[in-house]
């Protein structure tokens, strides 16, 4: 089968997140089942406009502003017909696929904006946004649906969008989670984690509030941030925290990956997420896998990837005070924090993309008329 993926980003794009990572591992493993797949996104600064990457074909059009009506006009010139299955992604905006794409098409939502839409646009455009939402949703409403969380299920059927129409996917991790939650040993001192890009709509303002207060009863207390600083909130937190009484026990590392990124998850003690709302916290699993629970504020997606009081702990409230008041707990109670990262490891086992795909393959066979062949059914032909 030919799948055909409409996206503002791509995985290689500067704001690339979890959402990205997920389609292409779906991408790779779909060319490894044999399927061909093209994703047309945006381009962005000293990037190729065309490129193969694991066996599929990325083509960069426009900007993230410009590459809706870019990707419609490449479409109509070059691949009208030539997909069967096309998949029109909401990452802010949609493509508006199925008025100009006739083959099966399919939404894939990770998150609604809502509220995120004054965080991250300026106004007037925060305001335009958040009142266009609901009514471009509306006008979706017939499309069959994937997501990766309940919470985002829930918010599309307050649009109109049918139950039995939205189906949900697992989501997916890059690292692989340890063996035992012996295996590494933590930071000297309790260290509390914030990892991830440093946006308005991360609220890692939040996040060192919460540091400072849990610090006046934890001397010992420290603070990790790994993320890039670049704009303004970013420059904001930056301030805000080098000009903290505590800016001695806070760390700043910038962006991280590869083996800092496992080394920064598996010896800090917490991990803190305090987003608006995401479609997941990857993060959060991210961290769990490497032997690391999450304190997170009860919205969208970080609720998902929590189980309360099982795997980490949800704030009963989204405010600083209630975030540090469960650090402190966790710091103070040792046989808790012990059973919450061990049941957390446990279950991020749960979580990887060969499970994601797998939900995947299922329900794009259900709506396809064409059968479609899994990975492993291929491998015994």
Not at 246 to 275: D, P, T, W, Y
């Amino acid at each position: 089968m030919r799948f055909l993926w409409l996206t503002w980003k791509d995985r290689k794009h500067p704001q690339a997140g979890g959402a990205e990572t997920v389609n292409e591992e779906l991408a790779k493993r779909l060319v490894q089942g044999g399927h061909e797949v093209i994703i047309l996104t945006s381009g962005f600064k000293n990037v190729p406009g065309e490129e193969v990457t694991d066996g599929y074909k990325v083509i960069r059009l426009g900007n993230k502003w410009t590459v809706y009506y870019r990707a419609y006009q490449y479409y109509k010139k070059n691949l009208q017909g030539w997909a069967d299955v096309v998949i029109d992604e909401i990452n802010t905006i949609p493509f508006f696929a199925k008025h100009y794409a006739y083959e099966k098409n399919i939404l894939f939502v990770h998150q609604l904006c809502r509220k995120v839409w004054f965080y991250q646009m300026i106004f007037p455009l925060s305001v335009l946004g958040y009142f266009l939402e609901p009514i471009y949703l509306r006008l979706l409403r017939d499309r069959s649906v994937i997501t990766v969380s309940q919470s985002t299920k829930n918010n599309l059927m307050k649009y109109g969008f049918k139950d039995e129409n939205i189906k949900i996917i697992s989501e997916g991790i890059d690292l692989e989670p340890l063996e035992s939650a012996d295996e590494i040993k933590k930071f000297e001192k309790f260290t509390i984690l914030s990892f991830g890009s440093v946006r308005a709509m991360k609220r890692t303002d939040d996040i060192i509030k919460a540091f400072e207060l849990a610090k006046e009863k934890i001397p010992r207390l420290s603070l990790v941030i790994a993320g890039d600083f670049g704009g303004g909130f970013g420059r904001r937190a930056l301030k805000l925290a080098r000009s903290s009484k505590f800016k001695k026990s806070i760390e700043f590392c910038g962006k991280v990956n590869g083996e800092r990124k496992v080394e920064l998850m598996q010896k800090s003690h917490l991990l803190c997420a305090a987003s608006v709302k995401e479609g997941w916290g990857l993060v959060v699993t991210e961290a769990n896998s490497q032997g690391t629970p999450a304190v997170v504020y009860d919205v969208d997606g970080l609720r998902d990837a929590v189980r309360n009081g099982e795997t980490g702990l949800v704030c009963e409230k989204n405010t600083p005070e209630s975030m540090a008041e469960n650090i402190v707990e966790l710091y103070s109670d040792k046989n808790k924090y012990e059973k919450l990262r061990r049941s957390a490891l446990r279950w991020s086992r749960e979580i990887n993309f060969e499970k994601s795909y797998r939900d995947f393959e299922t329900i794009v066979s259900s709506l396809c008329d064409r059968p479609f062949k899994s990975i492993k059914q291929l491998y015994y032909e």
